[in-house]
């Protein structure tokens, strides 16, 4: 293999496997409504995936330290297949339920894999100095317009469907599921194991023994029994959270993440609302939300793909996460300074701020990966993906609902004014960052 084909191989399991929740991204709800459930019963399915996929998130970062990178991706593309065609078919509570478990599982097996994969494949075939930004940029960027041609293809593929051969809502479900079978097939034929470090509960370690610099860990030849496997998780997850939290480079990166899930949710809980008032109806600000979503996804793609120019530009990583953290800081500023305009150019200002929005996050995220990544060794680096994951999920949560009742008492303006204050303070945390690099 060589860098290209490692690069073009992540790039296409990247769009594969944003995908399938990009097509089920605007049906989702109106399936289960349609299907007879209530708003409060939607709401509980979401909860279900949200609980799982925050629970498993560090569980299964750690077992793709253990056991592998391929394995794991495997079994989050199998499940997936599974949860979407379940998805297709529910038709109680208990139903989707079932695949709101499913999807979570498959969620959280699929955080940090896929990069690890790749960078642990760099690594194996141009040394640890290897430039990981063009490959981690182009894999974020095909995964932004998965997300951007999911959400189109989901809400266009039910208006051509004949009902006599299929319920339209679930057409997008199966179209994901059918994603999903392929991307089993490319990671199973196409992602061969890369030779990384990891512990082997089979094999006890020896702390003191001394190892060259120069040599690069090989994986033990003993294969470990599953109950090992199992018992060595913990360790690796324990071990993952204890260097994400007690180092300066990777407690920055963690709390910038927590900020980061601030912003998301921002915009996720506030813009729908605000495009509603502009169109005049529920319905017309749906489909304008749509689109702005789209839009969105494609300002994410242009601000993954632009920020390896942006990072020689800027004179390194620290300095370029800095430019895109203050772009997604301005964007915030003017959706709420522009939140009492109507009409045509409330629609624009809202659209083009949003999209710049998620280009500058989409570009310092490159950064803040890449930064994470040579912080960290091959054994632990699924599982601080994983931490990472759970940091900016933990920023959503926890703003979430202050955001929603800061709005209601005090103005949307209000609550984009606060996060664009809170997303430029956290550019502060890339200020003379701490350099350090693996071994």
Known sequence: MTPLSARRRYALVSFLTWLPPGLMMGPMVLLMTERGLSLPEVGVTVTVFSVVTVSLELPTGGLSDVIGRRLVLAASAAVSVVAMATLAFATTLWAFAAAAVLKGVARALSSGPAEAWYVDTLHALEGPAADLRPGLARGSALGSVALCAGILT???????????????????????????????????????????????????????APRSPALPERPHARRSSLAAVLREVPQTVVSGVRLATGGPVLRRLM???????????????????????LAGTAELGTTAYALVAAAGFLGSSAGYALAPGLARAAGGNTRGAILGVAAAALSLGVLAATAGLTGAPGMVTAGAAYVLMFAGISAAGLFTTTMTHEAVTAAERTTVTSISSLSLQAGGALSNLALGLLAAGAGVSAAWGLVAVLVLAASLLFVRMPVRVAA
């Open 154 to 208: 989901g809400g266009f593929v039910p208006l051509v469907v004949p009902p006599s051969l299929i319920f339209p809502l679930a057409a997008p479900a199966l179209l994901a599921s059918l994603a999903a079978a392929v991307l089993l097939v490319v990671v199973v034929l196409a992602l061969p194991e890369p030779p990384h470090a990891r512990r082997s509960p089979a094999l006890p370690e020896r702390p003191h």
């Open 255 to 277: 709390l910038y993440a927590v900020a980061n899930g601030v912003a998301l949710t921002a915009v996720e809980l506030l813009t729908p609302g605000r495009l509603a008032a």
